[in-house]
C-alpha cells in the first residue's frame, strides 16, 4: 500500500486535498488530507467514492467515430492516429474555406478546475488556430462583475476566518452542501461563541435548515432586501460613518436613495417578507460584530443579478464590517490567486478581430443566429453541453445538424457524446497532471497521476499537442511538458522581480514536496499545530484557532480596494459608463408574475434549479450509487399550489413552458412558498424520463451584467401527468 497526495478537480470552492490510496497499482480508496488547514481530512460523499468513478464500467477507454444517427450513440472503436487525422483534416478544411477557422467553436467549462487541464494548453491551441472565442458565462461571471464593480477584485473575508464571527448571512448559498468546509467553520463559530446563521434563499435548502434563521425572499428580489436593509441601517443610525467618509465613494448619494425609495414597507411588498423581519435582519447584522456574509451566485441568475450581487457587496462597507478579520463579505477568493496565465494561454496569439461567443447562447450559436461565421465545428471538453446549456431543444436541435463537425473529449458517454463525429477517451483526475488554485480557500496546490491512464485515455493536454503537431503549428509553442506550464503559471520562467507578491516562494519543487502552500505567506503546510505556521502578510490581524497557526488576513481594514478610486464604489463611474445606473438599484427579473403579468397567466410558477446534494452539476451523475441516492428527478411544490392542480405527494408531473418540459417526481411540503417550484439538477437527459431535464425550460436571456445565464429567471406550468 502507498499513498499520493492529489487535489479534488471538481467545480466548488474547497478544492481539497486529498490523499491517494494504491494497492500497487490499482487506487482504492481516497479521504482527506488531515494536513490540510481548509480540509481537515474529510471529503463530501461524491469524492469520497472516486474509485467508484474512476474504475466505472462505463468508462470511455479508446477513440470512436459515429456510425449511427447523431444523438443515437452508435460508435466504432478507431485509433487515436485515425481520430486525430479526421479532425485535423476537417479543422484544416474548415480554416481555409470561406468561414475560415472562426467557423470553429471551442466548448468547454470546469469540469475540472486544474489550471493546465482546465485552462492552459487548450486556450493556447484554439488561439493559435484563430478559432471563435468563447465567453465562459454560465455560472459566475454576472456576480463576479457586479462584485467588482463595488470591491476591485474578487477578494474578500478570509475562509478561515468565519470561525471567529458572530453573526453569519448565507445569502444565495447551500453551504452546508456546496461549501461544507466553510459551513464547519460557520458552526464552529455558533459552538464556541454563541454565533448565529442567518441564511436567505427563496428554497429552504440543508443550509437553510440547519440554519438559526431561514428568510425566503421572491426569487429574484434579493437587491430589494439589500436595499432595504441600508434604509434601515441608515434611518437608525446604524451606519458606520468613519469608515463610509474614509474608505468609500457615493455614501451619501447611497443614502439619499435607499431612504427615499427603499422604505420597508415596499421592500416587503417586493420580497414578501414581513416588515419586522426586514428591521430585525437589518438591525441584528449591524450591531452584531463582527458580521459577515458568505454570498454566492444563485441569486445572479436571474436579468438583474449582476446588479444584485454588487448591492449586497455594498453592505459590508455601509456598517464597517471591513475592519474585522471576521467581518466582511465572501463570494470568491479566485481574485487573491495571481496565476501568470497570459504566459499559459498566450491571449497575443489572437487574430485581430475574432469574433467570441457567449457559451450560454449555444443554442443561438448552432442555429446561425449569432453575428459572425456559422458554427461548422464544435470541440467540447470539461463541459456537457447537451444537458447543462439553457434553451435544451433548440441545444439538441443544432447538435443534431449533419453539417455540424463536433468532437468529444470525455470520461464517460454523456448526453453531449451521443451527439459526436469523434469521441475521445479522457483521464481523470487520478491519471493526470495538474495546478490548481481555489475559489474557496487560499492555497496553491499540486495534484501528481497516482495511477497511469486507464485504457487509451489522454488528458487535454496531450491531445492538443497532438492536434498541434498534425496542424504544422510552431514546436516552441507545444512541444512543452504540463510541468514545465506549472513553472510558466508559477512565474518560475520570468524575472524574480516580476513575480506578484501573492505568489512569492510559491515554486513547483515545494509544493510536490511541502504539499498546499497559503497565497503571501509561502509557508509550509505538514503537521497541524501552534507553531506550525505563519503569515507575514503586513494585513494578518489575528490568529487561525484551529491550531495550525495560520494568520488571518483583514484585506480593506483601512480601505485600499482595488477599484480605480481605491475605495469601495458605492456609485460606480465605471457602470456609469457601460449605460448602468451608477448606484445600487433593483432591478426585477425579466420572469415573474410582478414584471411579466401576462405570461404568469399561462406559466405562474418559478422555477430554481439548483445543484442536487448527490451531483455536481452534470458530474457524477454516472455514478450508480450517488445516481440511486438523488433517486429520480423531483420538483419540490408547497402544498396549495399542488392541492390547485390536484397533484399528491409521488405523483409524476410535467413542467413546461413555450420553450420546453421535462418529467418530475412531486415532493409536496413546505421546503417551497407558494408561487415557487425546486427541481434539484443536473440530470442527464438518458436517465431522465422523456430524455429532458429542467434545462428544458431555461432560457437564454443574458443577465444584466457579465453576460451570465438566467437559469432561475424561468415561469413554468405544472400539471400532474396522465
Request: hydrophobic share 40%; net charge negative.
Amino acid at each position: 500500500m502507498t499513498t499520493v497526495r492529489a487535489v479534488c478537480p471538481h467545480d466548488c470552492p474547497d478544492a481539497c486535498a486529498m490523499l491517494v490510496t494504491l494497492d500497487g497499482d490499482r487506487a482504492v480508496a481516497v479521504r482527506g488530507d488531515r494536513e490540510h488547514p481548509f480540509t481537515r481530512g474529510f471529503l463530501c460523499h461524491k469524492v469520497s467514492r472516486y474509485p467508484e468513478r474512476v474504475y466505472h464500467r462505463d468508462r470511455l477507454m479508446f477513440p470512436m467515430r459515429r456510425v449511427g444517427p447523431k444523438g443515437s450513440g452508435q460508435f466504432e472503436r478507431i485509433s487515436w492516429d485515425a481520430a486525430l487525422d479526421e479532425i485535423t483534416a476537417r479543422f484544416q478544411a474548415i480554416a481555409d474555406g470561406p468561414h475560415g477557422p472562426q467557423a470553429i467553436l471551442p466548448y468547454s467549462y470546469c469540469g475540472t478546475m486544474g489550471k493546465i487541464q482546465s485552462e492552459g494548453l487548450d486556450r493556447r491551441f484554439f488561439h493559435r488556430l484563430g478559432a471563435s472565442l468563447l465567453d465562459r458565462t454560465i455560472c459566475a461571471t454576472a456576480g463576479g462583475l457586479g462584485y467588482t464593480m463595488t470591491i476591485g477584485s474578487k477578494q474578500g473575508t478570509d475562509p478561515d476566518a468565519f470561525s471567529q464571527s458572530q453573526y453569519i448571512i448565507n445569502w444565495g448559498s447551500n453551504t452546508a452542501v456546496t461549501n461544507m468546509h466553510l459551513w464547519v467553520r460557520m458552526v464552529e463559530a455558533r459552538k464556541r461563541h454563541g454565533a448565529k446563521i442567518v441564511t436567505i434563499d427563496p428554497y429552504r435548502s440543508v443550509t437553510a435548515a440547519r440554519s438559526d434563521w431561514h428568510l425566503a425572499p421572491r426569487p429574484g428580489t434579493d437587491a430589494a432586501l439589500a436595499l432595504g436593509l441600508m434604509h434601515v441601517i441608515f434611518r437608525d443610525g446604524l451606519a458606520d460613518e468613519d469608515y463610509l467618509r474614509d474608505h468609500c465613494l457615493g455614501g451619501d448619494e447611497l443614502r439619499t436613495r435607499v431612504l427615499s425609495d427603499y422604505a420597508p414597507q415596499r421592500v416587503a411588498e417586493i420580497t414578501g417578507l414581513d416588515i419586522a423581519e426586514i428591521g430585525q435582519l437589518a438591525r441584528e447584522y449591524a450591531k452584531t460584530v463582527p458580521s459577515v456574509i458568505r454570498i454566492n451566485y444563485g441569486m445572479q441568475r436571474h436579468a438583474g443579478g449582476g446588479m444584485a450581487v454588487r448591492t449586497i457587496a455594498c453592505l459590508p462597507a455601509v456598517i464597517g464590517a471591513w475592519r474585522h478579520s471576521a467581518g466582511g463579505i465572501l463570494l470568491s477568493t479566485s481574485g487573491t490567486f495571481a496565476f501568470n496565465l497570459a504566459a499559459v494561454q498566450r491571449p497575443d496569439l489572437v487574430p485581430p478581430g475574432t469574433r467570441t461567443v457567449n457559451m450560454t447562447q449555444l443554442a443561438e450559436a448552432l442555429h446561425g443566429e449569432l453575428p459572425g461565421s456559422p458554427v461548422q465545428a464544435l470541440y467540447v471538453y470539461n463541459s456537457n453541453p447537451a444537458a447543462i446549456a439553457p434553451d435544451q431543444q433548440r441545444v439538441l436541435a443544432g447538435l443534431r445538424r449533419d453539417d455540424l463537425f463536433t468532437i468529444v473529449h470525455d470520461q464517460f458517454p454523456t448526453d453531449t457524446v451521443d451527439y459526436a463525429d469523434i469521441v475521445l477517451p479522457a483521464t481523470t483526475q487520478l491519471e493526470h497532471f495538474d495546478l490548481h488554485g481555489s475559489y474557496g480557500h487560499q492555497f496553491v496546490q499540486v495534484n501528481v497521476p497516482a495511477i497511469a491512464p486507464l485504457g487509451e485515455s489522454r488528458c487535454n493536454t496531450e491531445v492538443f499537442r497532438g492536434l498541434a503537431g498534425r496542424l504544422g503549428f510552431e514546436p516552441e509553442l507545444f512541444d512543452v511538458s504540463d510541468e514545465q506550464l506549472a513553472r510558466e503559471l508559477l512565474w518560475e520562467t520570468g524575472p524574480v522581480e516580476n513575480v506578484p507578491a501573492a505568489m512569492r516562494g510559491i515554486t513547483l519543487e515545494r509544493l510536490k514536496c511541502e504539499g498546499a502552500i497559503k497565497l503571501s505567506s509561502a509557508t509550509k503546510i505538514s503537521h497541524p499545530g501552534p507553531s506550525g505556521l505563519s503569515d507575514s502578510s503586513e494585513s494578518a490581524e489575528s490568529t487561525d484557532p484551529q491550531g495550525f497557526g495560520l494568520r488571518l488576513t483583514t484585506p480593506f481594514a483601512n480601505g485600499g480596494f482595488a477599484t480605480p478610486s481605491g475605495k469601495c464604489e458605492l456609485r460606480c463611474e465605471r457602470l456609469a459608463q457601460l449605460g448602468f445606473d451608477p448606484l445600487p438599484t433593483f432591478i426585477p427579473p425579466a420572469e415573474s408574475p410582478a414584471s411579466a403579468p401576462e405570461l404568469a397567466k399561462r406559466f405562474p410558477l418559478q422555477l430554481l434549479s439548483p445543484p442536487s446534494p448527490h451531483f455536481l452539476n452534470s458530474t457524477f451523475v454516472e455514478v450508480d450509487s450517488l445516481r440511486r441516492s438523488a433517486i429520480e428527478p423531483q420538483l419540490e411544490i408547497s402544498a396549495a399550489d399542488a392541492t390547485a392542480r390536484e397533484i399528491q405527494e409521488g405523483d409524476l408531473v410535467n413542467v413546461f413552458n413555450d420553450r420546453g418540459s421535462f418529467i418530475a417526481r412531486a415532493i409536496v411540503g413546505d421546503k417551497v412558498q407558494p408561487g415557487v417550484v425546486v427541481a434539484p439538477s443536473i440530470w442527464w437527459n438518458k436517465h431522465s424520463s422523456g430524455r429532458c431535464n429542467s434545462n428544458s425550460t431555461t432560457p437564454t436571456r443574458l443577465t444584466d451584467l457579465g453576460g451570465g445565464a438566467t437559469f432561475f429567471d424561468n415561469l413554468v406550468q405544472v400539471t400532474r401527468t396522465l
